[in-house]
């Protein structure tokens, strides 16, 4: 049965955006052809990192939302270990995708103020 993650990369790339674009669309088919099903892609951007890790002060953030089975998980995590623009990963599992649900919405409740008389 399917679930799923969000993983979590910090990369290491330049400011230009047809390299960040160029390595997204590559991390994206790796996990592809490992048999995940990419729901979203969040690019959240340069972030500075608490503390230098490999001698860098800072990484380019990007969340894949994806659904695949556990099994898979551990092949996905080495084949981007390979990949050296890869720094940091981090895996969290969602849910599974048979019980994954739509938010509901939120209704407003309606406040009814006092008249004095």
């Not at 674009?21 to 690019?43: D, F, I, P, S, Y």
């Not at 720094?87 to 004095?116: D, E, F, I």
Request: glycine share 2%.
């Amino acid at each position: 049965m399917k679930h799923y993650y969000e993983i979590l990369l910090a990369l290491k790339v330049s400011s230009q955006e047809e390299e960040i674009k160029a390595l997204l669309e590559r991390l994206e088919k790796l996990m592809v052809a490992e048999g995940a099903t990419v729901q979203e892609l969040q690019r959240l951007e340069r972030k500075e990192f608490a503390y230098p890790h490999q001698h860098l002060k800072a990484g380019y953030y990007v969340n894949f939302i994806v659904a695949l089975e556990p099994s898979v998980v551990e092949k996905v995590r080495q084949r981007l270990t390979l990949v050296e623009e890869v720094v940091l990963q981090n895996y969290y599992r969602k849910g599974s995708v048979t019980n994954a649900q739509k938010p509901k919405a939120v209704k407003k409740k309606k406040t009814v103020k006092a008249v004095a008389a």
